[in-house]
Nanobody
Framework: QVRLVESGGGLVQAGGSLRLSCAAS????????MGWFRQAPGKEREFVSA????????DYTDSVKGRFTISRSNAKNTVYLQMNSLKPEDPAIYYC????????????????????WGQGTQVTVSA
C-alpha cells in the first residue's frame, strides 16, 4: 500500500504563490506516474497536472499553463506543485495521486487511471 500526504496549502492573496508537496511512503517499489487534481465545492474532481516517472514529460490543464509547475524527486519520494499567479478561480482542495506504471515516460490525466490518493490540502485565494 502507498500512502500519500499533501502539504503546503493555505490562504494566499490573488497573484500570490504556494508550493504544494506530496510525500509518498509505504510500499513504493516500482514506478509511479504522479498527478495533481483539484476539487472545488459542488464540482467534480478535475485534472491539474501530471508528471511521468522519469520526469521528462509533464502535462497541465489549460487554465494553469504558464502559472503552475510540477516536479518530482524520486530520491525523496516527493512530488511538488509550484503555483504562481494564483487566481480567484484556483481555490479548491488539491489532491495528489499516484498511478502504477511500467513506462518511465507515461503520465495520466484521468481520475480513474490513478491507484492511490492523498487526503487533500486546501488552497484558498483571497481577492
Amino acid at each position: 500500500q502507498v500512502r500519500l500526504v499533501e502539504s503546503g496549502g493555505g490562504l494566499v492573496q490573488a497573484g500570490g504563490s504556494l508550493r504544494l508537496s506530496c510525500a509518498a511512503s509505504g510500499r513504493i517499489s516500482g514506478r509511479f506516474a504522479m498527478g495533481w487534481f483539484r476539487q472545488a465545492p459542488g464540482k467534480e474532481r478535475e485534472f491539474v497536472s501530471a508528471i511521468s516517472w522519469s520526469a521528462d514529460r509533464t502535462d497541465y490543464t489549460d487554465s494553469v499553463k504558464g502559472r503552475f509547475t510540477i516536479s518530482r524527486s524520486n530520491a525523496k519520494n516527493t512530488v511538488y506543485l509550484q503555483m504562481n499567479s494564483l487566481k480567484p478561480e484556483d481555490p479548491a482542495i488539491y489532491y495528489c495521486a499516484a498511478a502504477v506504471t511500467y513506462r518511465g515516460t507515461g503520465y495520466y490525466t484521468r481520475v480513474l487511471d490513478y491507484n492511490y490518493w492523498g487526503q487533500g490540502t486546501q488552497v484558498t485565494v483571497s481577492a
